[in-house]
């Protein structure tokens, strides 16, 4: 069985789609279609079961992808090793964050990071959801602590706090809210559906009220953060965002209730423990980490692994 095969099988089977792979590898859903073909026809069995909202493993599919997987991990950490005999940190480096944290933080802060290291090939991927570092899904994740994860290294990296803001423009025509109970007769920005979201309580302002159990509508809803930045910035109404994103530095937004906490998110610099000692995994986290120090409003120290309170 050739490698190349067994690699499009790895990612056809890891994202349950032609067309998510075709994406991923920069080639043609046809050229994948006839590669799983060729593969079925060579091992005699079926790989894939086609479901109305997708593809699911067979039997013996799930066979070859558990073997498969072995193989793609280890082929991944050789190579990412003998890269690392390099004086220059060098290579493929991918990583994974959540949507919004790409959108809102982290596409600003990566070029900059590319002038320092030229020769490191980086690759970002977003999702919202848990990313799958042990099996190299990345190499590096930005997300929230993970329990129960031996095997991963997860350095307390920042911690992300929700503010209210809202644009001069739109302060000028409706007013600046002086008490949580004035937001009542302003324009509320949500994000929906909340559940899709990766951290819990994103839409905590529209629950700002002396009745608990009352939430208000939102004016407008957005499943994208950089879209609701967009409608805050452009004086539509009055968003939850993070103060320690960058977006904020050069936009019209300023800062209402400042008494008012919202809910804080730590972001932790994780990867696999057979990763330790990689060059260009430690100029990225050393690079992130000189960031948050100079440019955010709070920060934690990460020079040691952090673990958040039971």
């Known amino acids: 069985m050739q490698w190349d095969k067994l690699r499009t099988f790895y990612y056809v089977a890891k994202f349950e789609s032609f067309t998510k792979t075709a994406q991923h590898l920069n080639i043609s859903q046809s050229a994948i279609s006839r590669q799983i073909i060729e593969l079925e026809y060579r091992l005699g069995h079926k790989l894939f079961k086609r479901l109305p909202r997708g593809l699911a493993l067979t039997r013996h599919g799930q066979l070859l992808f558990q073997n498969t997987e072995k193989m793609f991990v280890y082929s991944e950490l050789a190579l990412t ?5 390099q004086l220059e940190p060098h290579g493929e480096l991918n990583v ?9 933080w982290l596409y600003m802060i990566i070029p900059d990071f590319l002038k320092h290291y030229p020769k490191i090939n980086l690759s970002i991927f977003s ?3 848990h990313l799958d570092v042990e099996s190299l899904e990345v190499h590096v994740a930005l997300q929230p602590y993970m329990q129960n994860q031996p095997e991963l290294i997860q350095n307390l990296l920042m911690t992300w706090n929700r503010r209210l803001y809202a644009s001069k423009e739109y302060l000028k025509e409706y007013g600046v809210p002086k008490k949580v109970e004035d937001l009542e007769q302003h324009r509320l920005i949500g994000f929906g559906p909340e559940k899709i979201h ?3 309580n994103i839409n905590w302002h529209l629950q700002l009220n002396s009745h608990k159990s009352k939430v208000y509508k939102p004016y407008i809803s957005a499943n994208s ?4 930045f967009h409608l805050g910035n452009s004086g539509f109404g009055i968003i939850s965002f993070s103060q320690e994103s960058p977006l904020l530095k050069d936009s019209q ?3 209402i209730l400042p008494e008012i906490a919202g809910p804080s998110f730590d972001i932790y610099f994780t990867y696999p423990m057979q990763l330790k000692g ?4 430690e100029v990225l986290e050393k690079y992130l980490q000189a960031y948050v120090k100079d440019h955010h409003k709070k920060y934690i120290s990460s020079d040691a692994i952090v673990k958040p309170t039971q």
């Open 81 to 85: 090793q003998i890269q690392n005999e």
């Open 96 to 104: 994974g964050a959540n949507v919004g944290l790409v959108d809102t």
């Open 127 to 129: 999702k919202d959801g």
């Open 198 to 200: 990766l951290f819990n």
């Open 225 to 228: 953060l950089r879209a609701l």
């Open 253 to 255: 937004l300023v800062e």
């Open 278 to 281: 990689i060059k260009k995994i």
